[in-house]
């Protein structure tokens, strides 16, 4: 029988290790991977950002994963600054190896700079359910914390650069304005379109290739395309776009949609 668990742990709540179930480590291409985030991403409308979204690349220890200690959080604002973010909840999706971790208090995209996430390793943090720590920093070697950084930038255009050199732009025409969450070191980009126009606004987009590159930009998620004209992004052959989202919610792993 299909099974799929979904484990939580609530602030000040305590999560038991008799939750664990135990998987058979999973050996990639004959090498023996460590744990590691294969992606992130930030869930929730422009109005208030609802959370964040970490996918494995094998199944953790649950009791660890769900334990808010696990993670801290940080943020910066331009102007006035809403209460130091905090994480209520985390709900740890078995069979996906996803984890949503859900603030506390929504935090405004209007006026966010930047958005920070520690996720701990090994003793006091993310293990596998072997007892693996996290590789976090991604050097291919258990251990070491992840550091996942977001910078916001906004206009009615956007620019920005991908790891490969590609360089790619998006402009939103005919009324409305574009907010992209650029994740530091990595091609993990989202971009909200806040006010336009429906059946006025268009999205216009442009790519300069880097030397060595494939020469296809690559934007994880697209938010409130309901209404605008997207086909300049999302059926060009130049950009692959992992999520169209109509709505103003932001949800760019969802169950089932692996990287």
Same mark, same amino acid.
């Given at each position: ?20 179930? @135990? ?13 590691? *985030?294969?992606?992130?991403? *930030? ?5 208030? %950002? ?24 940080? #943020? ?28 506390? $208090? ?8 930047? @958005? ?8 006091? &943090? ?19 914390? #992840?550091? *996942?950084?977001?910078? #916001? ?15 790619? $732009? ?5 009324? +409305? ?15 909200? %379109?806040?006010? #336009?126009?429906? &059946? ?16 296809? &930009?690559? *934007?994880?998620?697209?938010? +409130?395309?309901? +209404? ?13 776009? %992992? ?17």
């Amino acid at each position: 029988m299909h099974r799929r668990l979904i484990y939580r742990c609530l602030l000040g709540a305590v999560c038991a290790a008799a939750c664990v179930i @135990l998987y058979p480590r999973v050996a990639n291409a004959g090498v023996d991977t460590p744990p590691h *985030i294969q992606v992130s991403g *930030i869930l929730g409308p422009a109005a208030g %950002l609802t959370g964040m979204v970490l996918r494995f690349n094998e199944h953790m220890l649950v009791d660890r994963v769900v334990n808010l200690s696990s993670y801290s959080l940080n #943020a910066r604002f331009t102007g006035a600054a809403p209460p130091a973010p905090r994480f209520a909840q985390a709900d740890y999706d078995d069979e996906f190896h996803q984890v949503r971790l859900f603030f506390q $208090t929504p935090l405004p995209l209007h006026n966010l700079r930047t @958005l920070q996430l520690r996720v701990r390793s090994g003793a006091a &943090g993310l293990v596998a359910f072997d007892g693996t720590p996290l590789d976090g920093d991604n050097n291919h070697r258990a251990g070491g914390d #992840a550091l *996942i950084r977001y910078t #916001a930038v906004r206009g009615q255009s956007v620019k920005w650069s991908e790891l490969d050199g590609d360089q790619l $732009t998006l402009e939103l025409r005919g009324g +409305g304005s574009l907010t992209l969450l650029r994740r530091e070191r990595a091609d993990e980009d989202q971009v909200w %379109l806040l006010d #336009a126009v429906p &059946g006025v606004s268009r999205l216009a987009a442009a790519l300069r290739p880097g030397r060595r590159t494939n020469g296809i &930009g690559r *934007i994880q998620e697209l938010v +409130g395309l309901e +209404g605008v004209d997207s086909s300049a992004v999302t059926e060009n052959d130049l950009f692959r776009v %992992l999520q169209s989202t109509l709505g103003p919610d932001a949800d760019p792993i969802q169950c089932g949609c692996r990287p």
